[in-house]
T-cell receptor, first 115, second 113 residues
């Protein structure tokens, strides 16, 4: 079946612009995660949804970052007033039920470059 | 907090050589452990996992054993191929309010023919 998809794949933004990144998880997956991956680093957790509820947003680096999943499927990560330090690959992952040891399935990522 | 430390790369091997990538962790409770792989131009995908002490995960000739006493989950393969060239990430999830993954920095493996 279809995997996790993300759009756009690449985004160039001028500093100060707002951007919106979309994630389509695997159909039926309850849990959805966003991660940020800086160049040469491992992914770092940003936020977690269980269905439409955002249960953990402890990894969001500032109040310029906002995520939503209003109907419990598609999710959007929004970054307001982008800064150069926001340049990174943003990864979305989904898992079936969010239980212990469960595999997370990753999308291809959105590469954001802020000029 | 939780953390993962893995062998820094890059690692360059000849085809059919033996591979070890070291991974150690710090976590509360009893984490699940994972190796993810990122092939050139592709997204992260699960390579193998283990959910309790002494479990061995295996896939595509790769193996890793969950060692609680040494808090380690080293990745091994007896004979690497050119197609194994990729970035390998060790990760853990330890529960709490969710099972988010904590990743190491990744190890770039290049296998030459």
């Amino acid at each position: 079946g279809a995997g996790v998809s993300q759009s756009p794949r690449y985004k160039v933004a001028k500093r100060g612009q707002d951007v919106a990144l979309r994630c389509d998880p695997i159909s039926g997956h309850v849990s959805l995660f966003w991660y940020q991956q800086a160049l040469g680093q491992g992914p770092e957790f940003l936020t977690y949804f269980q269905n439409e509820a955002q249960l953990d947003k402890s990894g969001l680096p500032s109040d310029r970052f906002f995520a939503e999943r209003p109907e419990g499927s598609v999710s959007t990560l929004k970054i307001q007033r982008t800064q150069q330090e926001d340049s990174a690959v943003y990864l979305c992952a989904s898992s079936l039920a969010g239980t212990r040891g469960e595999t997370q399935y990753f999308g291809p990522g959105t590469r954001l470059l802020v000029l | 907090g939780d953390s993962v430390t893995q062998m820094e790369g890059p690692v360059t091997l000849s085809e059919e050589a033996f591979l070890t990538i070291n991974c150690t962790y710090t976590a509360t409770g009893y984490p699940s452990l994972f190796w993810y792989v990122q092939y050139p131009g592709e997204g992260l995908q699960l390579l193998l996992k283990a959910t309790k002490a002494d479990d061995k995960g295996s896939n595509k000739g790769f193996e890793a054993t969950y060692r609680k006493e040494t808090t380690s989950f080293h990745l091994e393969k007896g004979s690497v191929q050119v197609s194994d060239s990729a970035v390998y990430f060790c990760a853990l999830s330890s529960g709490g309010s969710n099972y988010k993954l904590t990743f190491g920095k990744g190890t770039l493996l290049t296998v030459n023919p």
